[in-house]
């Protein structure tokens, strides 16, 4: 099974503001091209594209390719759960919208924390069993949000979790919060495969401080920013799928332009990653990876991830020969039949679901200053 997978959180759109208005042409030639080069995985979850992303799949993937030829992951959506009753309807749900007849791998959805207590009350860990042997799963695993001691403890206590889905990337390996390399060992400890999501870090490594990609293209002219960051990942041990969410045809072709024949980093490359790491954190303001989980909880209607684009743009030169953009104007435009920053009523809700752990009310009041 080649590394790459199809992560479908960030498809292609006709409107930027409307997470459903899916461009359904790119999609389905982005599916049949993933296809003919040998890529088998895609990945989905109940709440992407405000809860449309598992049709979509269906629709792109399902009803047009044999169920053989493909592999399909899917998550319960444990922060929606309430009761036990939820767990049936909810994969029920998610059984009649991706129509795939079965879950090659599921996941339950960004856990630890606060949601322990529920996944214990409700042995939700059991439920995944249960289905396990219905073969409606055929192998059962979550995605991780927490730090390094909470996904040992999880570990521990649910051997039955055959791999474990983390957000790994050269950025955050050493990251206070995210602790990607922290939660690397601990998984390798358990002996567990691991799938890594957030490679390119939402297309923050993809697009990155010019002094940082001049080294990069200074030793491969041919080789993307993006291609660096989820080779880094790739080419850990233990790891056998790496997601990236891509957004259009272009993205796709060249990420598999280097991954349908991977190699890892050599050592010298694994220096020049750390070179532009620290470059890169210089450089970076906010680590926000576009996920959307912030937007929709929202009771200001802020489009947290796009003016968190637009402040990093503020605060990151423009490259050689380029004009500096106006984002102050893109700012005012975006806000258009939206929140403003000023506007934050410092809620916190959308810091509950944050998994980069952005302390999000505190930054409206700087962007607030810079933008408007």
Known sequence: MKKLGFGMMRLPLTDKEDQTSFDVAQIEKMVDRFLEEGFTYFDT??????????????????KRHPRESFIVADKLPVFFVKEKDDLERFFNEQLEKTGAGYFDYYLLHSIGGSKMKLIEDLDIFGFGLEKKKEGKIKHLGFSFHDTADVLD?????????EF??????????NHKSIQS??????????????????????GAL??????????FRDHSPEMSPASWAIRFAAGLDGV??????????????????????????????????DKAKDI??????????????????CPMNIQIPEIFALYNKENTPAKEGEAPEDNAAAYKELCEGHGKASECVKCKACEGICPQHIEISDLMGKIAWALE
Not at 153 to 161: G, Q, R, V, Y
Not at 186 to 200: F, L, N, Q, S, Y
């Open 240 to 273: 056998m799928m790496v997601l990236s969410g891509m957004s259009t045809l272009e993205q796709m072709e060249d990420n598999m332009s280097y991954m349908k024949d991977f190699r890892p980093l050599t050592e010298a490359e694994k220096g020049i990653v």
């Open 153 to 161: 403890d999880i570990l521990t206590k649910h051997p039955e979790a």
């Open 45 to 62: 979850a109940y709440m992407y594209h405000k809860n449309q992303s598992e049709i979509m799949l269906r629709e792109a993937l399902v």
């Open 280 to 297: 890169i954190l210089e450089s970076r303001v906010v680590p926000c990876t576009a996920c959307r989980y912030c937007v929709e909880g």
């Open 206 to 215: 993809a697009d990155i401080a010019p002094e940082a990609e001049k080294m």
């Open 164 to 173: 474990v889905q983390l957000q790994i990337n050269y950025l955050d390996w």
């Open 181 to 202: 390399g922290k939660c690397y060992e601990v998984a390798r400890k358990h002996g567990k495969e691991i799938i890594i999501m957030e490679p390119v870090k939402g």
